[in-house]
T-cell receptor, first 118, second 112 residues
Framework: AQSVAQPEDQVNVAEGNPLTVKCTYS??????LFWYVQYPNRGLQFLLK??????LVKGSYGFEAEFNKSQTSFHLKKPSALVSDSALYFC????????????????FGKGTKLSVKP | DAGVIQSPRHEVTEMGQEVTLRCKPI?????LFWYRQTMMRGLELLIY????????DSGMPEDRFSAKMPNASFSTLKIQPSEPRDSAVYFC??????????FGPGTRLTVL
């Protein structure tokens, strides 16, 4: 069965430093991967997705993610963190049927809280 | 586009009362999802629809929960009777085919 793991409950970064939020996945077919961000008292907002193509995906607010098939990872990155990036980040993979086709829903990780200090 | 619209944004009710949460998906989207988020359990998928038909309701916690989608532009999630443990933030999301899901702002439910 497909799954997503976010191994860190919290990541602390100083403003201006690069940040990485980790995600690993398990699927039997081709992975369709997503990152979402949730600010306090808000809904989840789409950041970026990987369907196929370049392993480096660029998204909103200066975020990017690197797809690594051999390591089954899809880590979220940003070269220079801002205090306003502090939020909860979710990685997700599109669910698949037992035959490897896509289902409608996403499998979400538990989320990683990013804290950026001035 | 206005995005996914949910109402009410906040709901406070007493145990035993019926609660109805509402969702209007993005126009043209054919999938609709209901999620629940709590500190203890995180984000949980309750049920999702495709073309107004429920596809998977295995996440619905018990018979007190029901969801309907009478047309492509409206869905409800009903809890009857409500219990304190139902207190959570309930999100609705929609997508076109199985592409990116877009979330609404959520309904914060408090059951006293």
């Amino acid at each position: 069965a497909q799954s997503v793991a976010q191994p860190e409950d919290q990541v602390n970064v100083a403003e201006g430093n690069p940040l990485t939020v980790k995600c690993t996945y398990s699927v039997s077919g081709n992975p369709y991967l997503f990152w979402y961000v949730q600010y306090p008292n808000r809904g989840l907002q789409f950041l970026l997705k990987y369907i196929t193509g370049d392993n480096l995906v660029k998204g909103s607010y200066g975020f990017e993610a690197e797809f690594n098939k051999s390591q089954t990872s899809f880590h979220l990155k940003k070269p220079s963190a801002l205090v306003s990036d502090s939020a909860l980040y979710f990685c997700a993979v599109r669910a698949e049927t037992q035959y490897g086709g896509s289902q409608g829903n996403l499998i979400f990780g538990k989320g990683t809280k990013l804290s950026v200090k001035p | 586009d206005a995005g996914v619209i949910q109402s009410p944004r906040h709901e406070v009710t007493e145990m035993g009362q019926e609660v109805t949460l509402r969702c209007k998906p993005i126009s043209g989207h054919d999938y609709l999802f209901w999620y629940r988020q709590t500190m203890m359990r995180g984000l949980e998928l309750l049920i999702y629809f495709n073309n107004n038909v429920p596809i998977d309701d295995s996440g619905m916690p018990e018979d007190r929960f029901s969801a309907k989608m009478p047309n492509a532009s409206f869905s409800t999630l009903k809890i009857q009777p409500s219990e304190p443990r139902d207190s959570a933030v309930y999100f609705c999301a929609s997508s076109f085919y199985t592409d990116t899901q877009y979330f609404g702002p959520g309904t914060r439910l408090t059951v006293l």
